[in-house]
């Protein structure tokens, strides 16, 4: 019988983890406040082999998350101020912070490393500021490529070079990567009084 990692690696073999990654980095392109690299680097780490055309997916389904946003805000820019505002972690300061980042009209403006600013409020500053559909494009692929590629890469490598131990130890090394991010969100949304 197969452990779970191995049922993992089966996923992203098939259009399972094609699915699942596009359906989510789609939403969260828009309005799900929970980033697509939950999947996505589990789905490396089990199936690193995988994880290049996943990946992909996940950039290209960012792509038509932020165009649906971007159109979504040119029609009717109150509607998604309201819908992104009233997302955790989401506030007018933060789509303020955006908009001063991206006014200059530079796609590299929204690349960054590590947690920061929703791809989804640099797009909808992105609207205010520089409009250009083209320099959107660019600067999600450029966020994408920045803020989960690392994270990626890294778990990919992991899964290469230690499947046998991922294996051997796979309780051990979900419950590290669930309590990873849980970490992560309990700093991000300042869960803790004085951590954030």
Same mark, same amino acid.
């Given at each position: 019988? #197969?452990?779970?990692?191995?049922?993992?690696? =089966?996923?992203?073999?098939?259009?399972?983890?094609?699915?699942?990654?596009?359906?989510?980095?789609?939403?969260?392109?828009?309005?799900?406040?929970?980033?697509?690299?939950?999947?996505?680097?589990?789905?490396?780490?089990?199936?690193?082999?995988?994880?290049?055309?996943?990946?992909?997916?996940?950039?290209?389904?960012?792509?038509?998350? #932020?165009?649906?946003?971007?159109?979504? =805000?040119?029609?009717?820019?109150?509607?998604?101020?309201?819908?992104?505002?009233?997302?955790?972690?989401?506030?007018?300061?933060?789509?303020?912070?955006?908009?001063?980042?991206?006014?200059?009209?530079?796609?590299?403006?929204?690349?960054?490393?590590?947690?920061?600013?929703?791809?989804?409020?640099?797009?909808?500053?992105?609207? =205010?500021?520089?409009?250009?559909?083209?320099?959107?494009?660019?600067?999600?692929?450029?966020?994408?490529?920045?803020?989960?590629?690392?994270?990626?890469?890294?778990?990919?490598?992991?899964?290469?070079?230690?499947?046998?131990?991922?294996?051997?130890?796979?309780?051990?090394?979900?419950?590290?990567?669930?309590? =990873?991010?849980?970490?992560?969100?309990?700093?991000?949304?300042?869960?803790?009084?004085?951590?954030?």
């Amino acid at each position: 019988m #197969s452990g779970a990692l191995d049922r993992i690696a =089966a996923a992203a073999a098939d259009r399972r983890g094609v699915i699942l990654v596009g359906a989510w980095a789609f939403a969260e392109a828009i309005a799900l406040p929970v980033v697509p690299d939950i999947a996505l680097g589990l789905l490396a780490l089990a199936a690193p082999w995988h994880a290049l055309r996943l990946f992909l997916v996940l950039v290209l389904a960012a792509l038509v998350g #932020s165009a649906v946003l971007f159109t979504l =805000a040119v029609a009717a820019p109150d509607a998604a101020f309201a819908l992104l505002t009233s997302l955790p972690g989401i506030d007018a300061s933060a789509v303020d912070a955006a908009r001063l980042a991206v006014s200059g009209g530079d796609p590299t403006s929204m690349a960054g490393f590590g947690p920061g600013m929703p791809l989804k409020v640099y797009t909808l500053a992105w609207v =205010a500021g520089p409009g250009s559909p083209a320099g959107l494009a660019l600067g999600v692929v450029l966020n994408r490529i920045t803020r989960v590629g690392p994270v990626v890469l890294a778990l990919a490598v992991l899964g290469r070079v230690a499947p046998g131990f991922l294996r051997r130890h796979e309780r051990l090394v979900l419950g590290v990567y669930a309590a =990873a991010w849980i970490a992560v969100y309990v700093l991000y949304l300042g869960l803790v009084p004085g951590l954030r």
